[in-house]
T-cell receptor
Framework: DAKTTQPPSMDCAEGRAANLPCNHSTISGNEYVYWYRQIHSQGPQYIIHGLKNNETNEMASLIITEDRKSSTLILPHATLRDTAVYYCIVRVGGSNYKLTFGKGTLLTVNP | DTAVSQTPKYLVTQMGNDKSIKCEQNLGHDTMYWYKQDSKKFLKIMFS???????INETVPNRFSPKSPDKAHLNLHINSLELGDSAVYFC?????????????FGEGSWLTVV
């Protein structure tokens, strides 16, 4: 699986958009970009994933660059409850392939 | 209803003991996992089962033995517990998919070995 690089921490004001970057310059053509988050003392939570196109769901938007070497997770209106560690993971699709978690980005949403 | 539930949530035990953590999912998923999160917060996969068949077995000591009586359950049994086994253990499940793969995690079981 391709490795990812994320900033260790970021701050965001409540109500503003949170933009979390992820670099995955060695991503292969059949690897997806996944985002998960882990709120303190809870299990990781799936947010969104994509292959080539930008994706949006009720939680967030995922913007993948045309060369697929980087992506940005956007939380459009961050709340205090969005404070968590956010993990960007790239891997081949299919449930027989493992998710490998890195260190992630600690996003702190401030009032 | 909790989608992926694991018990116990907290477990404190002495070195050398044998303990089990149970996991059940009511999502109808075919694949279940065990992950370990250590004190440095790294989350690492331990095992993956697909319809009761072992798919992924990372470099985990033989003292750890997963058991899947049916596809809705994946229990983790640990023999001869050591101090280094202290961690949070997460059970998870996912539907069988050839493309994108959403994994649903339980709330974790905090194991402390003293």
């Amino acid at each position: 699986d391709a490795k990812t690089t994320q900033p260790p921490s970021m701050d965001c004001a409540e109500g503003r958009a949170a933009n979390l970057p992820c670099n995955h310059s060695t991503i292969s053509g059949n690897e997806y970009v996944y985002w998960y988050r882990q709120i303190h003392s809870q299990g990781p939570q799936y947010i969104i994933h994509g292959l080539k196109n930008n994706e949006t769901n009720e939680m967030a938007s995922l913007i993948i660059t045309e060369d697929r070497k980087s992506s940005t997770l956007i939380l459009p209106h961050a709340t205090l409850r969005d404070t968590a560690v956010y993990y960007c993971i790239v891997r081949v699709g299919g449930s027989n392939y493992k998710l490998t978690f890195g260190k992630g980005t600690l996003l702190t949403v401030n009032p | 209803d909790t989608a992926v539930s694991q018990t116990p949530k907290y477990l404190v035990t002495q070195m050398g003991n044998d303990k089990s953590i149970k996991c059940e999912q009511n999502l109808g998923h075919d694949t279940m996992y065990w992950y370990k999160q250590d004190s440095k917060k790294f989350l690492k996969i331990m095992f993956s089962y697909n319809n009761k068949e072992l798919i992924i077995n990372e470099t985990v000591p033989n003292r750890f033995s997963p058991k899947s009586p049916d596809k809705a359950h994946l229990n983790l049994h640990i023999n001869s517990l050591e101090l280094g086994d202290s961690a949070v253990y997460f059970c998870a499940s996912s539907p069988l998919s050839a493309t994108g793969n959403t994994i649903y995690f339980g709330e974790g079981s905090w194991l402390t070995v003293v």
